[in-house]
């Protein structure tokens, strides 16, 4: 049987880099193509950040600005708040205050974090529907916070079988005996495909300290180390409605030490891209 795999783009100091081979689609410029997250710059103070993004085809806005409230465009998730906390897309009770929204900058203000939260943010180009993510850390981040060098997706089969390898240091030691599948409070795999349903498609493997539901889609947990953890797919509720992996999705990770006893433990977040089917593979 003919090898698929599953290609990822990483972020790495502001510049974008292929894991596992090269050839990935270029997004482009205009108001259309796949959009890209060149850098996040998050300024202010605890309770009321101001988040500015700068990449490449955002597209154009879709409400006058300036503007507060949600959008269905745009999500910042919050990973240390319950609930989970989410803000400023559709149907959230934690509004944004939208400063600005062109084809390479989108700015808001009045995003409650607190220092050392593991934000994910997710924006959608509204006339593609194409998605792009961040994860990483608002400053200062805790000593002990765990940190995320890289994440390398890859597949010999179908997405259900998702092979997620996520190496840095400050993991701690196994949770739990493993292999494991089920959910775990101190990992969790967020799938960002807008156009399923009425929000964002899916989140595996996580349990959140009791704070949220845990998650209908589970995990193979096949290792965990103190710089490296290792999944080897998805099980539970995969595939039913939308939770399930496709092309162009754009995905995050979110890991804490799995001593914290807490959401709000400090962790740390990092964004990718899946990609199937690139010619030649």
Known sequence: MRSRWVWLLVAVAGVVAVVAGAGAPRAEAAGGGRPLIHSVAVSGGAGDYTVELRGQGFGGPTVALPYVG??????????????????GFSGDADTLHYLVWTRSEVEVSGLGAEPGDALVIALWNATTGAGATWGGDVAPEAPTAPIIRSVGFSSLGTPVDLRIVVKGQGFGAAPRSLPFVGDLDTFSFWDGRRGCGSSASFS?????????????????????????????????????????????DPVAVTVWNSADTSLAGPQAAKRGLILYGIPGN
């Open 70 to 87: 949600d959008l269905p465009n745009f999500r910042i998730g919050d990973e240390a708040q319950p609930g989970p906390g989410e803000w």
């Open 204 to 248: 595996a493997g996580g349990s959140y300290f009791g704070d949220a539901p845990a998650d209908a889609v589970t995990l193979h947990y096949q290792s965990w180390s103190d710089t490296k953890i290792v999944v080897t797919g998805f099980r539970g509720a995969y595939g039913s409605g939308c939770a399930e992996l496709r092309s162009g």
